[in-house]
T-cell receptor, first 111, second 114 residues
Framework: GESVGLHLPTLSVQEGDNSIINCAYSNSASDYFIWYKQESGKGPQFIIDIRSNMDKRQGQRVTVLLNKTVKHLSLQIAATQPGDSAVYFCAEIRNTDKLIFGTGTRLQVFP | GAVVSQHPSRVICKSGTSVKIECRSLDFQATTMFWYRQFPKQSLMLMATSNEGSKATYEQGVEKDKFLINHASLTLSTLTVTSAHPEDSSFYIC??????????FGSGTQLSVL
């Protein structure tokens, strides 16, 4: 079936380094993607979004890249900080408000 | 910014009892609300879509008689887990839409059924 998935379940990075979290999607009709951050025991927190007519979007310390050719999405976090430690989900919205979440990647930041 | 309030944040109940979880949009009217369930170390799974003034739409495999959803106003949706059992123990999260694609999430409710 169609799904949104992640390559790496856990990513460990050193504080100050850049982090790259990847996501693969299978539905070529998906036109809107969102990255969420979820800390333990809390709801998802919006990080950044991108539409299918774009291939890059930048926020504060974060960049999302979209490659529609290979159906790949990535989240880049610059100068990773301990506060960035969390689980990150990519999600897609397809013509409605219904979100489909990927499996998640845990980001661990060590000093 | 828009805020979604979810209550309670944590609930422990005995097997066989029912539990109600509330989801409120505090500064906007939510035409649509969504309920998700999340098991430990897993992703969020959509349970149902709640539309104000109409019946909820349930995802495949979700029992509508067990997970009762009421969206009586544009600012409140409730999820009632009826006759809860230990396997219903999970983290339940709501989200709300005020139209458009951006969703706002509640802080979640951790349900533990003994």
């Amino acid at each position: 079936g169609e799904s949104v998935g992640l390559h790496l379940p856990t990513l460990s990075v050193q504080e100050g380094d850049n982090s790259i979290i990847n996501c693969a999607y299978s539905n070529s009709a998906s036109d809107y993607f969102i990255w969420y951050k979820q800390e333990s025991g809390k709801g998802p927190q919006f990080i950044i979004d991108i539409r299918s007519n774009m291939d890059k979007r930048q926020g504060q310390r974060v960049t999302v890249l979209l490659n529609k050719t290979v159906k790949h999405l990535s989240l880049q976090i610059a100068a990773t900080q301990p506060g960035d430690s969390a689980v990150y989900f990519c999600a897609e919205i397809r013509n409605t408000d219904k979100l489909i979440f990927g499996t998640g990647t845990r980001l661990q930041v060590f000093p | 910014g828009a805020v979604v309030s979810q209550h309670p944040s944590r609930v422990i109940c005995k097997s066989g009892t029912s539990v109600k979880i509330e989801c409120r949009s505090l500064d906007f009217q939510a035409t649509t609300m969504f309920w998700y369930r999340q098991f430990p170390k897993q992703s969020l799974m959509l349970m149902a879509t709640s539309n104000e003034g109409s019946k909820a739409t349930y995802e495949q495999g979700v029992e509508k008689d067990k997970f009762l959803i009421n969206h009586a106003s544009l600012t409140l949706s409730t999820l009632t887990v009826t006759s809860a059992h230990p396997e219903d123990s999970s983290f339940y999260i709501c989200s709300a839409s005020r139209g458009g694609e951006k969703l706002f999430f509640g802080s979640g409710t951790q349900l533990s059924v003994l």
